[in-house]
């Protein structure tokens, strides 16, 4: 970890949250004191990490968490004094990782960016497993309906067509996918 992002509207907060990041090894910590300030910096220094509180002027933590992790993937944990079970629902969907009450206690910021890390590798590798899967299943969809076609076209077996498939992906050096789009354009 090389890189902090911290925003609090309050100088004393920063100073505070400033030192125990030092303290953990932090090479950069970049300071904002409000939520647009946030978006700006976290787009032109792109840290590993942000700590936003969630109420700040211009533009609250939630709003500027939930524009950072449209383009940045990186774990977001809110400050906050305020226990409203509304903006903790709202927190959630603009994906934070972890909630810090104020005053911040040190014994309780390094495990929060710990797990905030944590948290977020989770999310990303689950989101290229999703990804991952819904090639597969279209890739699938694709082949079944050229596997149909050439059974239709053909008469062949169900077996059969798919060894026809699977051969001329062997020969072409393609995959099955490929050789599926292939079909479906040449046997309409």
Not at 163 to 172: E, F, P, S
């Amino acid at each position: 970890m090389n890189s902090i992002l911290i925003c609090d509207d309050e100088p004393i907060i920063r100073k505070s949250l400033k030192s125990l990041l030092e303290e953990h090894g932090f090479q950069e910590i970049i300071e904002g004191s409000d939520g647009e300030e946030a978006v700006s910096l976290a787009f032109s220094r792109f840290p590993d990490i942000a700590v936003l509180d969630i109420s700040m002027p211009r533009k609250d933590g939630i709003s500027a968490a939930a524009e950072i992790r449209k383009r940045l993937k990186i774990p977001i944990i809110f400050l906050t004094a305020c226990h409203d079970p509304h903006v903790v629902q709202r927190a959630v969907k603009a994906g934070i990782a972890a909630f810090l009450t104020k005053p911040v206690r040190p014994q309780e910021l390094w495990p929060a960016i710990e797990l905030a890390f944590a948290h977020n590798e989770e999310i990303e590798r689950l989101k290229e497993q999703v990804d991952d899967l819904k090639e597969s299943l279209e890739a699938r969809k694709i082949i079944e309906k050229a596997k149909g076609m050439l059974m239709k076209n053909h008469s062949l077996g169900e077996a059969e067509a798919f060894r026809r498939m699977q051969k001329l992906a062997m020969d072409k050096r393609k995959s099955l996918r490929q050789i599926a789009e292939a079909i479906l354009l040449t046997e309409q």
